[in-house]
């Protein structure tokens, strides 16, 4: 069964670095999306994006963060500056077009531990 | 803003007993309603929506517009449902909508 992947599973960056976040959606999906999940608390959404740009963004998600799909299958997302907050899991989504499938599920990729030092 | 409660956050019960776990929901609109499941090392899946009415592995949550929640209810635990739950919502039935998560409860099913 098509699942969606991540990578690093962890990165340790230094705080103000730049990191890029991976995530290979399933293939036949159209939507895209990135969450994150700092330790103790729930899963938020940062940034849904569809047709080759944001759809909807979070408060979080300010310039520092940057998302892309430069070559039809990564989807990547880039924090420019990391600073200690950004220490958190992330995880990646996608989604298919439910007005064809009937449904509306998001499909999660396994995430990534962000260490910001 | 739309937000999801589950007010517990660990439940732990004995094999075969009952389980319910709480979800309250704030919108005004008709949003959907989903849990979904995270096993121990393992991604977060979706376990079931609101608008299929189905019952998997078991577990089956209704929703009550009245009381605004979506309880998730099985009437015999089991040691593999022992997981991190969580209940999320969506604004809008189509694709392409961001999904609100509560604080997620852990069930302990023990032996």
């Known amino acids: 069964e098509p699942e969606v992947t991540q990578t690093p599973s962890h990165q340790v960056t230094q705080m103000g670095q730049e990191v890029i976040l991976r995530c290979v959606p399933i293939s036949n999906h159209l939507y895209f999306y990135w969450y994150r999940q700092i330790l103790g608390q729930k899963v938020e959404f940062l940034v849904s994006f569809y047709n080759n740009e944001i759809s909807e963004k979070s408060e979080i998600f300010d310039d520092q963060f940057s998302v892309e799909r430069p070559d039809g299958s990564n989807f990547t997302l880039k924090i420019r500056s990391t600073k200690l907050e950004d220490s958190a899991m992330y995880f990646c989504a996608s989604s298919d077009d439910s007005r064809l499938a009937g449904r509306n599920e998001q499909f999660f990729g396994p995430g990534t531990r962000l260490t910001v030092l | 803003a739309q937000r999801v409660t589950q007010p517990e956050k660990l439940l732990s019960v004995f094999k075969g007993a009952p389980v319910e776990l709480k979800c309250n929901y704030s919108y005004s609109g008709s949003p959907e309603l989903f849990w979904y499941v995270q096993y121990s090392r393992q991604r977060l899946q979706l376990l079931l929506r609101?608008?299929s009415r189905e019952s998997i592995k078991g577990f089956t949550a209704d929703l009550n517009k009245g009381e605004t929640s979506f309880h998730l209810k099985k009437p015999f635990a089991q040691e593999e449902d022992s997981a991190m739950y969580y209940c999320a919502l969506t604004l809008r039935t189509g694709a392409n909508s961001k999904l609100t998560f509560g604080k997620g409860i852990t069930l302990s099913v023990r032996p």
């Open positions: 609101h608008i």
